[in-house]
């Protein structure tokens, strides 16, 4: 008999994430990806991404103003630094956070902004492998993580190996308002020592919590710098356009903090469950299907993603180039964002209920 999990697998096989609309945007024909609208595929089969002129250059901005997932195919990258010219030619950055580099975790190349994702390969095992989760990237590397990320396909399996992307502002939405009331004022506590809080969202939609609390004591108590390095972030995210999303990143998510106090890591990790679970179910994933040269473009701060277990590709290779932008602006709050005006502020009614429920968050 199938169990759910099985159930689960099965479907995300079948899902094509495909969408028939086509559509023009500043000069560039793309084909939209998932039916929520996130994604997009570029089918200009002449774009070369290394020499865009002027209006494609444009054109591809409104494109990442426009969707959260920008996949482009038949792109050759013969230098690491064309990866990155591309990407910081099309948004602003942090440039004083280049120079720190973001690839302590897997094979280094010969740019801070850029590592490798190998496959087969010791650091693929020690690194992805236990970590198959939903996640966002470097959230705790810095007060201004990362914005967009970048990923260049260099060799890709015949079958398995996909990323699969979800809309952390459909997360949001399909929540119920008690809900989202009670997650718009949580900050989230995360520390830099990747994958070792026992906590984890798997690719088909479950989750498993360990001794969090032991874990992190053990870490802290090694006292190696990363093991200090910790940040806060707003949990719920508040775009440009308005739209709220759910920002966290469980690989390092140590705890919740509420107006009243903070939520024990075991209550943080049930929540985090709750909260991006239904958003994560095949319905709601677009499955990116790797090919050599392809490109994916995503913003982290709109976008889960997660690699699929190496049993379905252990006997081939896969070489992912990962390039990250560090950004120039912090994490929106919905707090923030209501003194900016960017969202009108809860009415006396719902702040009450908001207050309520963060006084149930916090006591469990």
């Known amino acids: 008999m199938e169990t759910d999990s099985t159930a689960k697998k099965r479907k995300l096989d079948e899902v094509e994430g495909g969408s028939s609309s086509v559509i023009q945007v500043g000069g560039l024909t793309v084909r939209e990806v998932h ?3 996130f994604g997009c595929e570029v089918l200009d089969e002449d774009l070369d991404l290394k020499n865009m002129s002027a209006q494609q250059m444009q054109a591809f901005k409104d494109l990442m103003d426009k969707y959260d997932v920008i996949v482009v195919h038949g792109q050759d990258f013969p230098e690491t630094v064309d990866q990155v010219n591309v990407i910081t030619s099309l948004q602003p950055h942090n440039k004083e956070l280049i120079a720190k580099g973001h690839g302590n975790n897997f094979d280094t190349t010969d740019h801070p902004l850029v590592r490798n994702s190998v496959w087969p390969s010791e650091k693929y095992v020690k690194v992805v492998h236990p970590g ?28 398995g190996g996909e990323t699969l992307f979800a809309s952390s502002v459909v997360c949001y939405d399909l929540l119920d308002e008690a809900v989202k009331a009670k997650i718009d004022r949580l900050t989230a506590e995360y520390y830099d020592d990747y994958q070792v ?7 088909f939609g479950t989750h498993r919590t360990d001794d969090v609390e032991e874990t992190r004591q053990l870490h802290a108590a090694e006292g190696t710098e990363r093991s200090k390095r910790h940040v806060t972030h707003p949990l719920v995210h508040v775009s440009k356009d308005g739209k709220k999303s759910i920002y966290t990143g469980n690989h390092t998510l140590y705890r919740f903090i ?15 469950g709750e909260i991006l679970t239904p958003g994560v179910q095949p ?10 040269n392809d490109v994916a473009f995503f913003n982290n701060r709109r976008m889960l993603h997660s690699p699929t277990i190496i049993e379905r590709f252990k006997n081939e290779e896969r070489h992912i180039k ?19 005006g960017l969202i009108k502020p809860a ?5 009450q209920k908001t207050s309520d429920a963060s006084t149930v968050a916090a006591s469990g």
Not at 133 to 159: F, N, Q, R, Y
Not at 283 to 292: D, G, S, T, Y
Not at 322 to 332: D, G, M, N, T
Request: glycine share 6%; with cysteine; aromatic share 10%.
């Open 35 to 37: 039916p929520h609208g």
């Open 132 to 159: 198959y989760a939903w996640h966002v990237d470097g959230i705790a590397w810095s007060e201004t993580p990362i914005i967009w990320s970048c990923l260049h396909c260099i060799k890709a399996p015949k079958k």
């Open 197 to 203: 809080h026992g906590w984890k969202l798997d690719w």
């Open 258 to 272: 509420g107006p009243d106090g903070p939520m024990t890591p075991a209550e943080t990790h049930k929540l985090t």
């Open 283 to 292: 319905e709601h994933v677009f499955v990116m299907r790797w090919k050599p």
């Open 322 to 340: 990962q390039c990250f932008l560090p950004a120039i602006e912090k994490v929106k709050s919905v707090d923030e964002a209501e003194r900016e």
């Open 347 to 351: 009415t006396t009614s719902g702040a």
